[in-house]
């Protein structure tokens, strides 16, 4: 039967206000420049510094030019690419996956064959290598080959959940471009039904104004895949150099199972010679430990 022990990626509070203030400050920095336009616009126009104008100015040519698709579509996409590459950021450390006091600790436990307390404490803990440790274990009462594939089982199932936890960076990554395309085609569309609606004399300050709102949606594509799609493939990496020190330590850690017990008694072998029992026979009766 599959045992129900899990890993947990951490939820700290702390992690939640970094993604928190990661979705506020831009929202409020994209509203501030409106406000002062609209609310202040009589004390600006006095005591007003030349930069506000050009933030004001900045803010119209790369948001408010891009129409809805950015208002609606890129900038929304955009607070929620940050918002998740700080999540996973926070998530994947190696104090979650790997961590050292754990290793030191059934290093310890090994080392005196306490195995009944090293597989609750593995039980107990919410690390992946933790997990990847109690499925080894528990299935240790069938020989180190079974031993050896449930924890080869854990590490590929732990590494497949981790990857398809990130998998929205590149799913916002791979979409971002392309909503950023059809803004540009639907400003070039603007752009002919303008000079169409003139009689086809083209009047520059529609046409610019639609290719603005083309070129605008280009940019913020291009500004969200760009940083998202380096953010998966750097936490991709993370993840697999992380899951790797995860095996060596597991590896390491029941090394001590594949060699034969020291001050065990000698049994007959099949070819008449003597050999210790493994230490794995140990593990699979939690009920006591080894004299």
Partial sequence: MRDEVSFALPKHSRSWWMTAVAVALPTLAAFVPVTAQETGADNLSTTASPDSGQVERAFDRYVVQGGWVTLFGLIPLSIAALALTIQYAAQTRRTAIVPREQIDEFESLFASRRYADAVARAAENRSILAFILHRGLTASRHGVAAMDQAMEDALEECATTLHRRIEPLNLIGSVSPMIGLFGTVHGIIGMFGSISDA????????????????LV??????????????AFGILRGRIDI??????????????????????????????????????????????????
Avoid: K
């Avoid at 009689?199 to 083309?214: E, H, K, Q, W, Y």
């Avoid at 280009?218 to 380096?230: K, S």
């Avoid at 020190?245 to 017990?261: D, G, K, N, Q, W």
């Fill in 199 to 214: 009689g086809g004399v083209p009047i520059m300050a529609r046409i610019s104004a639609n290719l603005g709102t083309a």
């Fill in 242 to 291: 992380l899951m790797g020190e995860c095996a060596v330590a597991a590896e390491t850690l029941t090394a001590r199972f594949r060699e034969p017990m020291p001050d065990a008694a000698p049994r007959p072998a099949s070819g008449g010679a003597a050999a210790a029992p493994s230490a794995v026979a140990v593990v699979s009766a939690p009920g006591r430990s080894p004299a």
């Fill in 217 to 230: 949606a280009t940019f913020w594509g291009l500004l969200i895949a760009i940083p998202a799609l380096a």
